[in-house]
């Protein structure tokens, strides 16, 4: 059987980044690389959203980037400017393209469907494949999205909504997030934040076409692209194995309060590359420890009060723009972390801290 000095054992946005960053930076012109990925085609599937924090490897690849936003609960609005970390949003399908394309220069890297295909005895491997399929009482960052295009010119494309609560759900939190892409087109999302219990919520459907006639007011337009997916908030059941490194979620690159992922897959992609070399002696990469604290305790107040989050999230957002979208992004100062903190209701997060 054939046999290689890496395996990736995943060919989605982790796998595709990590393969991308070795290529790039000719980290594969002497190894063999495969990668294992069951799908025959690539096609849009996902729109991966972040705050600009630090330069990646996807400019050409951005739909649309955003200098405001607002969030939203009954009665009040809160308008916020982002202009040094712009809200960017990437096509998947413009993404895959761009790294196949790559990819397929270098006779090094090639893809298999199965890895009972090859021998995996002499080689490194970096596995992308989260084992979260037996954890439905877990918490879930669950949504459903569609591109709406209208006749008219509705959308302010200059401004995003991030959330718009949905405060009649008293026992999971809800909302909704619109990315305008220009006049008549844009991105509108359901997003849940709860266990896979309940099939009920889970009419994504049913509630977007809602949300757009009655709160949009949006009565005619036409769907051209939908999504459907879930981000699992908690840590992924990993076994360590020699010679191996989890990526992406399933290596912890999920930020578990806010389902941020993409920015820190392309970060851990560097560091990977960085330390290529010497990987199996390679100190293993984590998000910092204090927002794994942090996001453990928020998770618990989720759980326990979902009636509040709306406002909890307004609130979090009383702090200066770069200091909740440093914190958001895992770049935030202890300053920054006790700013956001002072804004919390502190009786409900001391509960669940002792």
């Known amino acids: 059987m054939k046999e290689f000095d890496f395996i990736i054992i995943g060919g989605g946005c982790a796998g595709l980044s990590l393969a991308y960053e070795l290529n790039l930076h000719n980290k594969l012109d002497n190894k063999r690389l495969a990668i294992i990925e069951p799908r025959s085609s690539y096609n849009r599937d996902k729109t991966w959203s972040f705050w600009k924090i630090f330069p990646h490897n996807f400019e050409d690849c951005i739909k649309k980037k955003w200098d405001n936003f607002t969030i939203n609960i009954p009665n009040h609005t809160k308008h916020i400017k982002c202009e040094n970390t712009p809200y960017q949003t990437i096509d998947s399908g413009l993404f895959y393209e761009k790294i196949l394309n790559s990819l397929k220069q270098n006779p090094n890297i090639f893809f298999f469907k199965n890895i009972s295909e090859i021998s995996t005895n002499n080689s490194f491997i970096f596995n992308s494949v989260a084992d979260v399929n037996n ?6 960052q ?3 999205g ?7 010119e509705i959308f302010d494309e200059e401004i995003f909504n991030l959330m718009d609560f949905d405060c009649d ?5 809800h909302f ?3 990315l305008p ?3 008549k087109k844009a991105l509108v999302e359901t997003t849940w934040i709860s266990d896979l219990k309940d099939s009920s919520i889970q009419d994504y459907d049913h509630q977007l076409n809602d949300y757009i006639k009655n709160i949009l007011k949006i009565k005619d337009y036409k769907i051209n692209f939908k999504e459907v997916g879930a981000i699992p908030l908690f840590k992924p059941n990993n076994i360590k194995k020699i010679n191996q490194i989890e990526i992406g979620t399933a ?3 999920t930020r578990l309060s806010t389902g941020y992922t993409f920015l820190n897959i392309q970060e851990h992609s560097k560091y990977i590359r960085k330390n290529l070399d010497n990987i199996k002696n390679t100190q293993i990469f984590t998000l910092k420890k204090k927002y794994q604290f942090l996001d453990n305790i928020f998770l618990k107040v989720l759980r326990e009060y979902p009636e509040d989050m709306g406002q909890i999230f307004f609130s979090m957002f009383n702090c200066k723009p770069e200091t909740i979208i440093n ?6 100062s202890i300053y920054e972390d006790l700013s956001i903190i002072t804004k919390m209701p502190k009786l409900k997060f001391l509960k669940q801290l002792f």
């Open 146 to 152: 569609i591109e709406i295009e209208t006749n008219k």
């Open 327 to 332: 914190f958001l992004s895992n770049k935030s």
């Open 135 to 140: 954890n439905r009482n877990s918490l879930w």
């Open 251 to 253: 290596g912890g690159m």
């Open 169 to 173: 759900q008293k026992n999971n939190v």
């Open 176 to 178: 909704f997030y619109t």
């Open 142 to 144: 669950h949504f459903s």
């Open 181 to 183: 892409y220009s006049k």
